[in-house]
């Protein structure tokens, strides 16, 4: 049986803000992955006026929290850059604005977490979800 809903687990990394409205980034809470197999980042982005605005996304590790590194492309499942925004010409709904991006973390490290940040003073919406996956225990708890 084909069955996700009972298998994961959502949590906010990044509530949804105008990111670069100050010109830096959003950095997320830090995720614990343990009884998880891996996590799956949900990045949306809203409407992006300014053609040279690019969005940049880091997937940070560690054993603690407050000791986060970047990750290893070998434990990421796609790449920051692919979950991130590139600057363009025009902007297009769903490819390079109003669009839905994502990034996998399989290392073995704990904690996780992800940042967002903005090259110009853009304040577009973004906002990040984590979907924990492949429990050591299911069915997952529907809150």
């Known amino acids: 049986m084909h069955d996700l809903h009972n298998n994961c687990d959502a949590t906010v990394v990044i509530e949804s803000v105008a990111v670069g409205t100050t010109g830096?980034?959003?950095?997320?809470?830090?995720?614990?992955?343990?009884?998880?197999?891996?996590?799956?980042?949900?990045?949306?982005?809203?409407?992006?006026t300014a053609t040279n605005a690019v969005f940049t996304v880091v997937v940070q590790e560690g054993s603690v929290t407050g000791t986060l590194t970047s990750v290893a492309d070998a434990d990421l499942l796609g790449t920051e850059l692919l979950a991130g925004v590139a600057a363009a010409a025009t902007r297009t709904d769903?490819?390079?604005e109003k669009v839905c991006k994502r990034v996998g973390y399989k290392g073995s490290l704990r904690y996780v977490n992800l940042s967002i940040s903005s090259t110009v003073t853009a304040g577009t919406p973004v906002s990040c979800t984590a979907v924990l996956h492949s429990p050591s225990v299911a069915p997952v708890a529907n809150p």
């Open 24 to 48: 830096t980034g959003q950095t997320g809470g830090v995720i614990d992955t343990q009884g998880y197999g891996g996590v799956e980042f949900i990045c949306n982005y809203g409407a992006i």
């Open 94 to 96: 769903g490819t390079s």
